[in-house]
């Protein structure tokens, strides 16, 4: 087992998620080995997207069922989108922070940006923006009430190869 998956699986497993996670790069018959049958296929996307397939995974933990969308572009999962399954939970900051630190794929991430916004009510959301040294990038969303503490969100992972080959497509069809 190489260095970086046995990390992935002691870090899950010590913040109660007991799952190792994929990582960027892989082929679609490896995510099936490490995550089990998709939940969902989808060839032809319907929208504007980058890619060859859309697949969704279900792992649960001890913490939470998550959804795990796996983007496969050139026939290597290139982009990820990690959800709860309660859609009304998403994910704890904590949870992000594990899923980051195991698609670190022995390489850093550094913060890029952190926007914060606080509506009348109280309520906050804060997006975050984070860069690989090798090119990828992260994006998490979280929201919820600042004042209790507890933010929740998603979180999405990209290889450099897709986030290049999306905003190319974006500014084609104008959106960006």
């Not at 260095?3 to 799952?19: N, R, Y």
């Not at 996307?45 to 649960?60: L, T």
């Not at 509506?119 to 997006?127: A, P, Q, Y």
């Amino acid at each position: 087992m190489k260095m970086h998956s046995l990390f992935s699986v002691v870090l899950l497993s010590a913040l109660g998620m007991g799952v190792s996670l994929g990582n960027l790069g892989e082929t679609e018959a490896q995510c099936i080995a490490r995550y089990g049958n998709e939940t969902d296929s989808q060839d032809n996307f319907g929208y504007d997207v980058v890619g060859d397939k859309a697949v969704i995974f279900q792992i649960k933990t001890a913490e939470a069922s998550l959804n795990i969308k796996v983007i496969f572009f050139n026939g290597v999962d290139s982009h990820e989108v990690f959800t709860n399954v309660d859609s009304a939970s998403g994910l704890s900051e904590d949870q992000m922070k594990t899923i980051l630190d195991s698609e670190n794929g022995a390489l850093k991430w550094s913060r890029r940006n952190s926007v914060y916004h606080t509506d009348r009510s109280g309520e906050t959301t804060r997006t975050e923006d984070w860069l690989r040294s090798d090119g990828a990038t992260a994006k998490s969303w979280m929201s919820g009430k600042a004042s209790s503490g507890k933010l929740t969100g998603e979180l999405e992972v990209s290889t450099k190869e897709y986030s290049i080959a999306q905003r190319n497509l974006d500014k084609q069809d104008g959106s960006n």
